[in-house]
């Protein structure tokens, strides 16, 4: 079964930098794209950044120049590094996988699996 585990989060003061990492369990890492999405309070959730099978790479217009994603696929993992933070990137933090098969995955077809989130918050 697949399983997220996202660590890194806390709180910085604005202008600071954290470094955010989600291990996956359970399954071939990235073979159908990862990223983050994130839920300020009493927002919906957005897109942060995509990091595809591929290397393809896109990033949320308010986080572009600021975040960086990577993977090391050795370890099974998915990092986000966010420099340059600001008290509006508060917000929990989501890492996601999709799990397709190849073929749903070939066909569009996703099965995204969550991480449990982790709080980010950034102070003025």
């Known amino acids: 079964q697949v399983h997220l585990e996202e660590s890194g989060g806390g709180s910085v003061q604005a202008g600071g930098s954290l470094k955010l990492s989600c291990r996956s369990f359970g399954y071939v890492f990235n073979s159908c794209g990862m990223g983050w999405y994130r839920q300020p309070p009493g927002k919906a959730r957005e897109l942060v950044s995509t990091?595809?099978?591929?290397?393809?790479?896109v990033y949320g217009d308010s986080v572009k120049g600021r975040f960086t994603i990577s993977e090391d696929k050795a370890k099974n993992t998915l990092y986000l590094e966010m420099n340059n933070l600001k008290t509006e990137d508060t917000a929990v933090y989501y890492c996601?996988?999709?799990?397709?098969?190849?073929?749903?995955?070939?066909?569009?077809?996703?099965?995204?699996?969550w991480g449990q989130g982790i709080q980010v918050t950034v102070s003025s």
């Open positions: 990091l595809t099978e591929y290397g393809a790479i």
């Open positions: 996601y996988a999709d799990a397709a098969s190849p073929k749903d995955c070939a066909d569009g077809s996703p099965d995204f699996v």
